[in-house]
């Protein structure tokens, strides 16, 4: 039976350090973001001057910090100029190139290492796609 690592940044360990908000830095389409919550909270506000300030976040202070702009009434998110539909494929395309950028990260690639053939969940993750922008499934 495999063990089980479930991703949550309040854990220990590998639980910690696999969770979108710990602090791995990595670039992706010109912007360096200091974590993955940075980019999820970068989506949620449409604002050039607040999605730069959310672009050096991680950890819960990220988290709040995004958590302050809704998507939610439109199911729409923002990436640079464009307006991008939380259902489309256009999104779930931005996803896969952000989790293939974030993957250049060396401290990352040594954490999922390390986690071997473990089983990854994230329990605490929603499983509905209008109501979060990354599910426990996606993740």
């Not at 009434?73 to 952000?98: C, G, M, P």
């Amino acid at each position: 039976m495999k063990n089980t690592i479930n991703i949550r940044f309040r854990g220990i360990n590998l639980e910690k350090r696999l969770s979108n908000l710990y602090p791995y830095q990595f670039d992706f389409d010109g912007i360096t973001y200091a974590s993955m919550e940075a980019f999820f909270g970068s989506l949620r506000t449409p604002d050039f001057i607040e999605k730069q300030k959310l672009y050096s976040t991680y950890g819960m202070d990220s988290w709040y910090k995004g958590h302050r702009f809704s998507w939610y009434e439109k199911q729409e998110v923002y990436y640079k100029d464009k307006t991008i539909n939380r259902h489309s494929t256009e999104y779930d395309d931005l996803i896969t190139a952000i989790f293939d950028a974030l993957f250049t990260n060396e401290e990352l690639k040594q954490a999922l290492l390390e986690s071997e053939n473990c089983k990854l969940t994230h329990t605490i993750g929603k499983t509905a796609k209008d109501k979060t922008l990354l599910t426990r499934k996606e993740l």
